[in-house]
């Protein structure tokens, strides 16, 4: 079946310009999480989704980054005058339901390049 | 957050069992205990997880302490595609995202 799916694949912008970066969660998962790994660390918890609304934004790193999530489905992060140190992989996962024993299933990210 | 201990790295032959080790001595009583792997230039995966009893599946095992102060991942039969970063993630109620720490890094020799 279909997995989670993101877009684009690989993103190259100038700083100072806004991206978007898309997410497509599985079908029917409620919970959608967005996640940041820069080059050789840990993931980065940014913000997640139950259902359209969000309930913990404390991942967000500035007011630069902003997320929403329409239908239950579709995910945007978008990421405003952007700097170098933005320079990631950005990571969507989704799971059946905001809950500690879900599996989280992983897309296989957005790479983000800010020059 | 309550947090978990791994060591950074770790080897270990092709086709012979690999333990990880993960300690969370602040883990809560509602706490799960979730292991993910990410393969290079990959996206992390889901290995398995547990909440008091021992786990297996068709990846792996989890054999977790009686006083749920640390567990250990448990690879039967090591191949090289095994070869990843291992995190050992606590989720809790009110606490479902996961929190990666540095993880272990996993190599095995042919």
């Known amino acids: 079946g279909a997995g989670v799916s993101q877009s684009p694949s690989n993103k190259v912008t100038e700083k100072g310009k806004d991206v978007e970066l898309r997410c497509d969660p599985i079908?029917?998962?409620?919970?959608l999480y967005w996640y940041r790994q820069r080059l050789g660390q840990g993931l980065e918890f940014l913000i997640y989704?139950?259902?359209?609304?969000?309930?913990?934004k404390s991942g967000l790193p500035s007011d630069r980054f902003s997320a929403e999530r329409t239908g239950e489905s579709v995910s945007t992060l978008t990421i405003q005058r952007t700097q170098q140190e933005d320079s990631a992989v950005y990571l969507c996962?989704?799971?059946?339901?905001?809950?500690?024993?879900?599996?989280?299933?992983f897309g296989p990210g957005t790479r983000l390049l800010v020059l | 957050d309550a947090k978990t201990t791994q060591p950074n790295s770790m080897e270990s032959n092709e086709e012979e069992p690999v333990h990880l080790p993960c300690n969370h001595s602040t883990i809560s009583g509602t706490d799960y205990i979730h292991w993910y792997r990410q393969l290079p230039s990959q996206g992390p995966e889901y290995v398995i997880h547990g909440l008091t009893s021992n786990v297996n599946n068709r990846m792996a095992s989890l054999a977790i302490a009686e006083d749920r102060k640390s567990s250990t991942l448990i690879l039967h039969r090591a191949t090289l595609r095994d070869a990843a970063v291992y995190y050992c993630i606590l989720m809790g109620f009110g606490n479902e995202k996961l929190t990666f720490g540095t993880g272990t890094r996993l190599t095995i020799i042919p």
């Open positions: 996962a989704s799971s059946l339901l905001v809950d500690a024993m879900e599996t989280q299933y």
């Open positions: 989704f139950q259902g359209n609304s969000a309930p913990d």
């Open positions: 079908s029917g998962h409620t919970a």
